[in-house]
């Protein structure tokens, strides 16, 4: 079945630093692709999202590439910033109406 | 404003004590979803509803009912709640179905449920 691997954390980072988080997929056709955020004690937002193969999502300096080829869609960000210190959810939208998630990266940045 | 509101926010229960966690949404979104929240498993599918009366399984529905008599309302209902169901559990709705990804889903802000 459909599935998403994303890199385990925790991820910490000084400010500033480049960052990135890998995210591979598995599933039949082409699904959607996005990022979600789970800032602290908050539910999930939409981050950035991408519908088919060669999109780029970006939203808050934040970028995301739809690569078919390799089945990634791997996040990053050239400086980060504290206020970005939350988990990452990498996510597919499946042809069968569900949404498969991967099992979250936790990202700390350092002052 | 648009959001979408689950109650209670903590819950500390006892082995097999009936209880129903509650979500709304005001958005008049036609699509809505429970998910549980496990350390290194992500989010995973608990049940979802495409519309009123309209319910099916995800991913992990076992201990888990739901109902959807109004378009706005959709609790999910532990009939005999086990250790196993402690977890962090979120509601999430949609204009539509997640079938293309065009409409965002809008999470609540989540239940932590602990069951002793």
């Known amino acids: 079945g459909d599935s998403v691997t994303q890199m385990e954390g925790p991820v910490t980072l000084s400010e500033e630093a480049f960052l990135t988080i890998n995210c591979t997929y598995t599933?039949?056709?082409?699904?959607?692709l996005f990022w979600y955020v789970q800032y602290p004690g908050e539910g999930l937002q939409l981050l950035l999202k991408a519908t088919k193969a060669d999109d780029k999502g970006s939203n808050k300096g934040f970028e995301a590439t739809y690569r078919k080829e390799t089945t990634s869609f791997h996040l990053e960000k050239g400086s980060v910033q504290v206020s970005d210190s939350a988990v990452y959810f990498c996510a597919l939208y499946s042809s069968a109406s569900k949404i498969i998630f991967g099992s979250g990266t936790r990202l700390s940045i350092r002052p | 404003e648009a959001q979408v509101t689950q109650n209670p926010r903590y819950l500390i229960t006892v082995t097999g004590k009936k209880l129903t966690v509650t979500c709304s949404q005001n958005?008049?979104?036609?699509?809505m979803s429970w998910y549980r929240q496990d350390p290194g498993l992500g989010l995973r599918q608990i049940y979802y509803?495409?519309?009123?009366?309209?319910?099916d399984k995800g991913d992990v529905p076992e201990g888990y009912k739901v109902s959807r008599k109004e378009k706005r309302n959709f609790p999910l209902i532990l009939e005999s709640p086990s250790p196993n169901q402690t977890s962090l559990y979120f509601c999430?709705?949609?204009?539509?179905?997640?079938?293309?990804?065009?409409?965002?889903?809008?999470f609540g802000p989540g239940t932590r449920l602990t069951v002793l």
């Open positions: 999430a709705s949609s204009l539509s179905p997640p079938r293309s990804g065009e409409d965002t889903q809008y």
């Open positions: 958005m008049n979104h036609e699509y």
């Open positions: 509803s495409m519309n009123v009366e309209v319910t």
């Open positions: 599933a039949t056709g082409y699904p959607s």
